[in-house]
């Protein structure tokens, strides 16, 4: 199993460009999550999805949208790149039991210029 | 709303000596609490969760509801400890994780 994957690696935006980044699992989970990074803020949930078809918005979600068209993947897209937006991104899933943990992605560098 | 709260953004050690990376919660209810991990150049991943009261690569943390506090404890630190350590917390059948601002152990020889 790959577990959780995310592509790109790395990417540079000029403000104003869009993007889409790519999460994957291979893991059948039913959740998936789209989290942002940055220096002392901890991990702050942008948006998730309990289910194929299903998102819903986490606590950072402006500037965001997503989509779960099939369950093995979850998109995060940028419609338009902010320098505020410059941050690691990272992917995460889990089962749908109460007691499952999150398994993450190795996370996308995104810098926004 | 729920909060996890790591009051120490930077913590620094030498090998050999106790540790102890703070947590702290509010949420009114009886939270699922974790520590997750991350190397450097390596994806988080889960250290240990309150439910399972187990010892992981030597750390242990108790939930103390009175205190509403969670810390993450290890009698000797080692050098491969040194990594980003995030508490977070999870409402009872919640689908999320609220995690904390992190903190980063440094173990020096």
């Known amino acids: 199993n790959a577990g959780v994957t995310q592509t790109p690696k790395f990417r540079v935006l000029k403000t104003g460009q869009s993007m889409t980044l790519l999460c994957a699992q291979d893991?059948?989970?039913?959740?998936m999550y789209w989290y942002r990074q940055d220096p002392g803020m901890g991990l702050r949930l942008i948006h998730y999805?309990?289910?194929?078809?299903?998102?819903a918005k986490g606590e950072v979600p402006d500037g965001y949208n997503v989509s779960r068209l099939k369950k093995q993947n979850f998109l995060l897209g940028l419609e338009s790149a902010a320098p505020s937006q410059t941050s690691v991104y990272f992917c995460?899933?889990?089962?749908?039991?109460?007691?499952?943990?999150?398994?993450f992605g190795p996370g996308t560098r995104l810098l926004v210029l | 709303a729920q909060r996890v709260t790591q009051p120490e953004k930077l913590l620094s050690v030498f090998k050999g000596a106790p540790v102890e990376l703070k947590c702290n919660y509010s949420y009114s209810g009886s939270p699922e609490l974790f520590w997750y991990v991350q190397y450097s150049r390596q994806r988080l991943q889960l250290l240990l969760r309150?439910?399972s009261r187990e010892s992981i690569k030597g750390f242990t943390a108790d939930l103390n509801k009175g205190e509403t506090s969670f810390h993450l404890k290890k009698p000797f630190a080692q050098e491969e400890d040194s990594a980003m350590y995030y508490c977070a917390l999870r409402v009872t059948s919640g689908s999320r994780l609220t995690f904390g601002e992190g903190t980063q152990l440094t173990v020096n020889p």
């Open positions: 999805s309990v289910g194929e078809g299903t998102t």
């Open positions: 309150h439910i």
């Open positions: 995460a899933s889990r089962d749908g039991g109460n007691q499952e943990t999150q398994y």
């Open positions: 893991m059948n989970h039913e959740y």
